[in-house]
């Protein structure tokens, strides 16, 4: 059973870099995207962007270029990190499976809460 | 940009539908999920391709899209439906995801 779990800090300083990484178990990375969705405090669902395996990207535009989604295929593992980080970047971040060709983010992980304050 | 409308919230007694829907241009042309999330919990796909139902999601669950609003359809509804239940759509290069509805079960 594939799981997955979000790693890292749960505080960032204001204009620093977020990053978060997330640890995929029980299965390969191989065929899928692997994408980093956020929740700002009693809000909906934001899709930040996703990495397909072997590297393509697609980011959301409204993040304007600070989010960059990388992967470490040795360890099975892929990181997410936000640049130029303020208030209201604090929101819990998850990251997710998606399905190829449109499909549904159908396994997520149990998201980690990041605040952004000084 | 395009928009996803869905109303803020959605009540019903147990036993009886709910249906929760969500909104935009032409939609029916689009490919669309809905999730359920649960208070302190990830999202959970329900239906997904507009209608189809993943492993493990009760058959009181289904789903609808056609012109410009897609409709989640839950059927003899249980106190452990109460979540709150997002669609989502791919536009432009972009997943989108709607408001969300806040499904409470009287």
Request: hydrophobic share 30%.
């Amino acid at each position: 059973q594939v799981q997955l779990q979000e790693s890292g800090p749960g505080l960032v300083k204001p204009s620093q870099t977020l990053s978060l990484t997330c640890s995929v178990s029980g299965d390969s990375r191989v065929g899928y995207y692997w994408g980093w969705i956020r929740q700002h405090p009693g809000k909906g669902l934001e899709w930040m962007g996703y990495i397909y395996y072997g590297g393509s990207t697609y980011y959301n535009p409204s993040l304007n270029s600070r989010v960059t989604i990388s992967e470490d295929t040795s360890k099975n593992q892929f990181s997410l990190n936000l640049s130029s980080v303020t208030a209201a970047d604090t929101a819990v971040y998850y990251c997710a499976r998606g399905l190829p060709t449109f499909g549904p983010f159908d396994i997520w992980g149990q998201g980690t809460m990041v605040t952004v304050s000084s | 940009s395009y928009v996803l409308t869905q109303p803020p919230s959605v009540s019903v007694a147990p036993g009886k539908t709910a249906s929760i829907t969500c909104g935009g241009n032409n939609i029916g042309s689009k490919t669309l999920h809905w999730y359920q999330q649960r208070p302190g919990q990830a999202p959970v796909v329900v239906i997904s391709y507009d209608k189809d139902r993943p492993s493990g999601i009760p058959e009181r669950f289904s789903g609808s899209n056609s012109g410009n609003t897609a409709t989640l359809t839950i059927s003899r509804v249980e106190a452990g439906d109460e979540a709150d239940y997002y669609c989502q759509v791919w536009d432009s290069s972009n997943w989108l995801f709607g408001g969300g509805t806040k499904l409470t079960v009287l």
